[in-house]
């Protein structure tokens, strides 16, 4: 923190520190002896603030210093709000994650961890390419069957959806509960558990189960047309979890929905560090943030232009 001036009257130095809060800037206003000096919190905006000191003592009583201070304490009382909305997330998530009774509280959630254990086990996914790719029940449930893989005239370029478009729509889904390995599996039913109980628990099931659906068809067809149908794994709903909450709770503090900067931080890094990888479905996991991001920002969006 920093001072960047001093004025004699309380009143100027209070409508001066007003006016740079609604410039985005945190300063405020503090007795020293006889005068009255301004200090300023954010070292990377002193340059501004030193101009904005400089023009206000040059005219204190420009018309751009109306009204600031009622304008600033009202934003204030909004940061307040949102701060204090946020300190009860953390508090309402420890208490309620903590707790007993979570499959209670998010059915769907635990649904779709059972489905994606017992896909991987019936169909050998997790016993190793040769035997996945041999199994019976595997090849009932990848997005493109053996049969039409090896037999598909690949010049059409939508020749993936052969098996859809003969009725197999399920095949837009399932790929989703099959896993390679024991810790593709682990990693991702941990995301899935631990967004996705926050969105089934404070806004339904049927908003997961929306999300769910939409973050397993689209993704699913993203990575199937643009790497072909050889993908499994439920990642793509687990990162549109991500991006719903994250988006959520950074522009409706009133949804509940929590996420650590570290967290987000640490799941965006290891996005990008996938892209590097081979074997990754990465058309799918940036899929699927979009997907989450949008059905979360997109309502708000709305709301908003249909107040103004």
Known sequence: MRQIGSLTKQIDAERLAAYLVIEGISAHAEADGDEWSIWVRDENRLDEARDAFRDFKHNPEDSRYRDVQRSAAALQ?????????????????????????????????????????????????????????????????????????????????????????????????????????????????????????????????????????????????????????????????????????????KYDPSSRLFISNITIVIFIAYLFYCLFQDGIANEAHFAGLAVGAITAYLPMLLGSLRKS
């Open 77 to 249: 009382h909004e940061e307040a709000m949102k701060r204090e909305a946020a300190r009860k997330n953390v508090v309402q998530m420890r208490g309620k994650w903590g707790k007993s009774g979570s499959a209670k509280r998010a059915p769907l959630v635990f649904a779709l961890i059972g489905l994606c254990v017992m896909a991987s086990l019936w169909t050998k996914s997790m016993n190793g390419g040769e035997a996945y790719h041999a199994s019976k029940e595997a090849n009932m449930l990848r997005f493109a069957s053996n049969e039409t893989i090896q037999s598909a005239d690949k010049s059409n370029e939508l020749w993936v959806f052969d098996d859809i478009r003969n009725g197999e729509v399920w095949r837009l889904i399932t790929p989703i509960f099959m896993h390679g390995d024991l810790w593709h599996l682990v990693m991702n039913i941990y995301w899935l558990y631990y967004l996705g109980s926050q969105i089934e628990h404070f806004e339904g099931s049927w908003k997961l189960g929306f999300l769910a659906l939409a973050a397993a068809v689209i993704p699913n067809i993203v990575q199937a047309v643009s790497q072909g149908p050889n993908f499994l794994g439920i990642s793509g709903v687990g990162v549109a979890c991500f991006g719903y909450v994250w988006i959520k709770s």
